[in-house]
């Protein structure tokens, strides 16, 4: 009798690493919201996680880097492996072909990320000036930014709905400029704004820059 082989299947593997990925990212978000940035080490990340120091740094190499990985999470909204250009909320802004509700879809989904990474951007922000190891990651938070917003102008160009004369590096860079967590901390956080009173500030903000 002829034994067949069964081709090796690594999906059982594969979710129980990416699980433990997670779960690190989740600790060590609520560990950097409790305790900070600096007074946070992987050891500590570790032990929240279950899981050994060495498969920390195996998984993400620096503590920046884990940073960074929890930014992303709280960006996305969840660890699928999906790009938040390809999720509903941003296809739909990308279908819309009408350039101020483009603009109007844009911003409230800007708003529910920014509700839920504040915290994580700013600690990235200010903890640049602590440690050096955050410098690179902000500047790679700013230039997707930069490399998205961009992406929209484009879109918004394309509608021929759009000031005349506005070159896309103008459209791109008031999008950017708008797309800076420096607002929400301000108007929200500082001087206690309803989130629909800003969600309807930054509409008009953004739509009055570019749209006759």
């Known amino acids: 009798m002829t034994c067949v082989k069964r081709p090796y ?38 032990t929240a996680s279950k899981v050994s120091s060495e498969m920390v740094y195996k998984s993400f190499g620096s503590k920046s880097a884990l940073a960074k990985a929890v930014f992303d999470l709280a960006v996305a909204g969840d660890d ?38 504040v915290k994580v951007q700013i600690m990235i922000r200010d903890g640049r000036h602590v440690d050096d190891a955050l410098i690179p990651i902000w500047e790679q938070v700013l230039s997707e930014g930069l490399t998205g917003m961009e992406m929209l102008g484009r879109q918004l160009l394309d509608t021929g709905q759009l000031k005349q004369n506005l070159t896309l590096a103008e459209i791109r860079d008031v999008l950017w400029n708008y797309l800076a967590i420096d607002h929400y901390e301000r108007l929200v956080l500082v001087r206690g704004w309803r989130i629909v009173d800003f969600q309807l500030w930054l509409t008009a903000a953004i739509t009055d820059a570019l749209c006759p």
Not at 11 to 35: C, K, T
Not at 92 to 107: D, G, M, N, W
């Open 9 to 46: 299947d690594g999906s059982g593997r594969q979710e129980a690493a990416r699980a433990r990925r997670h779960a690190v990212v989740l600790s060590a978000r609520d560990l950097f919201e409790r305790d900070g940035y600096r007074a946070t080490t992987i050891a500590a990340i570790a």
């Open 80 to 117: 699928k492996p999906v790009p938040v250009r390809d999720r509903p909320s941003a296809l739909a802004v990308t279908t819309e072909p009408e350039a101020r509700r483009k603009i109007a879809l844009f911003v409230d989904g800007l708003v529910e990320r920014l509700q839920r990474s």
